[in-house]
């Protein structure tokens, strides 16, 4: 009975700690924003810091045109990233979320912030007054989209960030 209990005790715990680095939503300065705090166990602030630039280097068609701050001393990268989304009632037709992305790094952690998302220009503001329906059903479509999109690059930049670019050569 008592290692029973000891055995679930620790799933609970795997899965709370698993969720807390999960991203999240907030609402943050008017903005929907998406939130991932990820310990890296062992690694320094610069090894962290350097494997982000080379992850935004490897997954982007043109890192130097995609950030706008790679600031070492600071642990801070900030870049601009395009996502895909297919409109419902348009099967086939693509249009681009444009976001900003934001990967601060401290010694034995990072965290991934996606925020300012814009569709066609257009951005999907955090409203504090109640919409309609009909605009509520549409913005949670593309959130869900987009959060399955940032969860996506959120795994490959866990990837990248667990991963010794140096091991194995």
Known sequence: MLKTLF???LLCIGAAA?????PTWQKEDGLYTLTAVVPVTGATKQALYDRARRWAALNYVSSKAVLELADAESGTVIGKGILPYVRQSDVGKFEN???TFVIDVKDG???LKATSFEIN???IAASTAVESVAVDR???RYLASIEQNIRST???LRK???TDPRAGF
């Open 154 to 156: 959120e795994a490959s």
């Open 109 to 111: 952690k990072y965290r």
């Open 138 to 140: 549409v913005k949670a």
């Open 121 to 123: 220009g257009e951005s």
């Open 7 to 9: 055995i679930a005790l």
């Open 18 to 22: 698993q969720a807390q680095d999960a």
């Open 160 to 162: 990248a960030m667990n």
């Open 97 to 99: 979320v444009a976001y």
